[in-house]
């Protein structure tokens, strides 16, 4: 599965922004509404998506796209 | 002990260095993380021997929790449920935090709700407690889920007691220190990060020792000597607190910081000039920000997780409840909780502002802020409600602008002369109060702060020139015994 693919989609939503195309490079800067708020609006949306389940203290880690592309196939993987 | 101490300086940091990476030159790595602990126990029992058992039974504790819940899906027979096991253990922490932080304060209002006389505990509350809590409940949290991999009890015991931290940060995560104390390439002297560390634990002494300890005795006098302020003096006795609480802090985090690095170790950026903040949710990243990812992590996320369905309204909630959460951690008293309560407040009309996409210039929005963080730390400093209403009344004007009888200025009162005694009499200032103050202020808006000044930190007789300037003049004045205001948390 393409799981970049899957997640622009996401993005948009959740930050309300049709403009945005996820790269493995995309950062909370380059995505203004991307805070700490709406960082667990994404990561929830995110575990809706594939049914996986993101511990609290992996959280802080997925400030970058590549960062929650990969941790979301260990994931996917472990199922 | 203190950082800002003859003992800490010649004695302890010496000799600990020394014998650390003289074990590990010796290649006995083991006995030298041994020996670390055991300096932090030391250190930690300085001047009170009676809370060592409790930090030990805190560790004890959590390490066997933790350690049951990650060997739990292992087990053949589950004689207690993995969920059962973590509740008792985050139950268990809890109750040892509130009995030691707020049982006093539970008792004193039961009895003025009552009316009844019930005898207060006196409990003194251990050092680090708050601190050395959450790390570890953040510890077992991680141990649940299944994050944690690295269950060696040295390397544990190390990342909960190593002294630079211990007493008030920067909060540390296990994930981030215990791997550290185990890396091989961690244990040979280097001599980048000991000039580094050096210059930092310097910058970090010069801004506890010559300036916050300078602002203390305006905010003593104008806290909680003085019965009533006017306006300028209550502004004197508040600005004067909110830069005595960033030096003193952030200093305490920079001496923290830069002796870490003299082990190698790299502790987390906890302050990055908080007062140039434009809005409240920039100055939560800027001002202890170890803390703040914490909350959001170990606060904010779960209480997220436990609405289901995500809404911005929910969102507010539960910046609000974490921020509230937050006051009550740094304090039993009800300042704490109202300090918590407006800055949950004020970050809910932060986020309400940036979702209307209403406009706000940066020099305005700074003025806020500092304004809004300035009168919050009033409440934060108060000994009780009413110290903290005496000072916010002052600064509103309540007692007149000027005290009643002070004399005309004349030329020659110009920077000195019984004019601004007579203007200063509440906080027992004189004429240099207000300069040194506003001095500190354009410092801290205009100055690099120390973690950059570290980190473009090259050798060279200049920069030699401006640390022993520094270290001198600072070692020089550090001749009489200050806490650090963090302690009490």
């Not at chain 2, 083991?30 to 058992?53: C, D, I, M, T």
């Not at chain 2, 300090?339 to 700074?366: C, I, Q, Y």
Request: aromatic share 18%; charged share 15%.
């Amino acid at each position: 599965m393409d799981i970049l693919a899957e997640l622009t989609p996401i993005f948009r939503e959740v930050f309300d922004d049709d403009a945005i195309v996820v790269t493995r490079q995309t950062t909370a800067n380059d995505v203004d509404a991307w805070d700490s708020l709406s960082h667990m609006n994404m990561v929830m949306a995110v575990e809706v998506k594939f049914n996986i389940r993101f511990a609290l203290g992996e959280l802080p880690s997925l400030r970058n796209v590549g960062d929650l592309v990969d941790l979301t196939a260990k994931k996917l993987a472990k199922k | 002990m203190l950082f800002n101490s003859y003992e800490f300086l010649f004695l302890f940091l010496p000799v600990t260095l020394g014998i650390y990476f003289f074990l590990n030159k010796k290649r006995l790595t083991v006995a030298s993380n041994a020996w670390l602990l055991f300096a932090s126990l030391a250190f930690y029992s300085w001047w009170n021997v009676k809370y060592l058992p409790l930090i030990l039974l805190s560790i004890l504790f959590n390490y066997t929790i933790g350690y049951l819940l990650a060997e739990h899906d292992s087990l053949k027979k589950q004689v207690v449920s993995k969920r059962g096991i973590f509740v008792f253990g985050l139950l268990g922490n809890i109750v040892f935090l509130s009995y030691f932080k707020y049982m006093d304060f539970f008792i004193g209002n039961m009895n003025t709700v009552f009316t009844i006389d019930f005898p207060l505990l006196q409990i003194v509350l251990p050092l680090g407690i708050s601190f050395f809590t959450i790390t570890q409940i953040a510890f077992l949290v991680d141990c649940y889920e299944g994050l944690v991999e690295d269950r060696k009890l040295l390397s544990y015991s190390l990342f909960v007691t190593f002294f630079p931290h211990l007493l008030a940060g920067p909060i540390l995560h296990h994930k981030e220190m215990m791997p550290q104390f185990e890396s091989v390439r961690n244990k040979v002297l280097n001599y980048k990060n000991l000039s580094h560390g050096f210059f930092l634990f310097f910058i970090g002494l010069f801004k506890k020792v010559i300036i916050a300890d300078e602002l203390s005795k305006t905010v003593k006098a104008g806290f909680d000597t003085s019965t009533s302020l006017n306006m300028v003096e209550a502004w004197t006795a508040s600005l004067s607190y909110t830069f005595q609480l960033y030096f003193d802090f952030s200093g305490y985090s920079d001496m923290a910081i830069g002796v870490g690095l003299m082990f190698n170790i790299l502790l987390p950026v906890n302050f990055n000039s908080p007062y140039k903040a434009v809005n409240i949710i920039d100055f939560w990243k800027r001002w202890h920000f170890s803390l703040t990812n914490f909350i959001t992590t170990y606060l904010y996320s779960p209480i997220m997780r436990s609405f289901r369905k995500i809404t911005f309204a929910k969102s507010m909630l539960a910046t609000f409840i974490a921020m509230f959460i937050a006051g009550i951690w740094h304090g039993a008293g009800w300042t704490f909780i109202l300090w918590g309560a407006f800055h949950g407040g004020a970050l809910v009309v932060n986020h309400l502002w940036k979702k209307r996409k209403l406009p706000m210039s940066s020099p305005l929005g700074w003025l806020f802020t500092f304004g809004f963080v300035n009168a919050s730390f009033v409440l934060f400093r108060a000994k009780n409600l009413a110290d903290a209403g005496k000072v916010l009344k002052g600064m509103v004007g309540f007692n007149g602008i000027l005290p009643a009888t002070h004399p005309h200025f004349v030329l020659s009162d110009l920077g000195h002369g019984q004019f601004w005694k007579l203007l200063m009499a509440g906080v027992k200032g004189n004429d240099s109060t207000l300069w040194t103050l506003i001095a500190i202020m354009l410092f801290t808006l205009v100055c690099k702060n120390s973690i950059q000044l570290e980190q473009n930190f090259k050798p060279s007789w200049k920069t030699l020139a401006f640390a022993v300037v520094i270290s001198f003049y600072t070692l020089i004045n550090m001749n009489k015994v200050s806490e650090f205001l963090y302690f009490q948390f």
